[in-house]
């Protein structure tokens, strides 16, 4: 039994090395293309206050960097907006959507499902 010891040991952490460059290649390909869903959410950081806050004031950078992204890549919005990073953050989902409408922005996808929510 202690000389299958290596061999299981080598063939889980090849298991563990083969999955993590799966998770990594998913996180490349997904909603944000390729890049990563937390270094979306981080690019988003000032609207943390008015995706918590309907009535909070959504300042100009917010604003410019979600036009930004509903340009290249809109559904890298929702993505974020639904994300567990972002729950953990205190953005309640609801509010959250209504910031290109919040903002003003012309070519919001409005009447878009986001999950359960529509865009406005």
Known sequence: ??????????????????????????????????????????????????????????????CTKVTALINTAPKCLCAVVLSPLAKKAGIKPAIAITIPKRCNIKNRPVGKKCGSYIIP
């Open 1 to 62: 039994m202690a000389s299958n010891m290596p061999t299981c040991f080598a063939a889980v952490m090849a298991l563990m090395l083969v999955s993590q460059a799966f998770v990594q290649e998913a996180n490349g390909a997904g909603e944000c293309g390729k890049t990563p869903i937390q270094s979306a959410a981080a690019s988003l950081s000032s609207c943390l206050s008015a995706a918590g806050n309907a009535k909070a004031k959504v300042p100009p950078t917010c």
